[in-house]
């Protein structure tokens, strides 16, 4: 399918929260977050095409306080506030938004944490490793078994960290990497995933965010139910 380029009409992202300092909105798996280098339209710029600028005083354009790998769906925060993003990222900074998503994974692991740190691969900025050297950075990853699919599971896990890449190089490390994963996944498992149950991408959904508001101090719990190709996989899987 051709991307849609900068400044075309298109968009895909489902609103799930909107005030004066804040946009919350579900990301389809296959959009960029923000930072293209190409001229193809990511989600902020569908948001900065689309949605009318705050009335507040120190409005700023809606702006990613943190991203999603492309081909992860869900949840993503924007401010539209100067207030908003210093305040935002404070919180990011502090690990202060709790995070949690769905996963697949290609076996089934024990249910726990995972626990190792982890660093950029010599030769590539796409690429994540664990690491045990000094620099490398701390990662923590819970999660629970939600459902035994044959050899797959969906797990729920909560991200205390946000890593490049974290919850798939955790997954892969423990043996249990992520279906439908093109980088750290298992290409067997993965071929025949696309064939007989049409997954087309990693199965990874950002579904819950969990933060305090960062003008008015209310707590705000948001969810993005999983998105109807992933839905229909696991459909396919239980059938």
Known sequence: MRKPKRGSSYR????VHEDAHLLVVSKPGGLLTNMSEDGEQTLQDQLRAHVAPSS???AVPPTAIHRLDRFTS?????GRTQRALEMLGEL?????????YWLMTVGVPPGGKIEAALERTE??????RVSTLEHAQPALTEYTVEEDIENFALVAARIHTGRTH?????????????AGDNIYGNRRANADL???HGLQRQFIHARELTLTHPVTAETLCLQAKLPKDLSRV????RG
Not at 74 to 78: A, C, D, E, T, Y
Not at 92 to 100: M, N, Q, T, V
């Open 92 to 100: 990011i900074r502090e690990g202060r938004i709790d995070k949690r």
């Open 74 to 78: 869900g949840l993503v925060i924007f």
């Open 166 to 178: 974290q919850l798939r190089v955790h997954f892969e490390h423990a043996g249990f990497p992520i």
């Open 123 to 128: 030769g590539s900025k796409r690429m994540m």
């Open 234 to 237: 696991l459909k396919s899987l």
């Open 194 to 196: 696309r064939r007989i």
């Open 12 to 15: 895909s992202y489902a609103l």
């Open 56 to 58: 507040e005083p120190d």
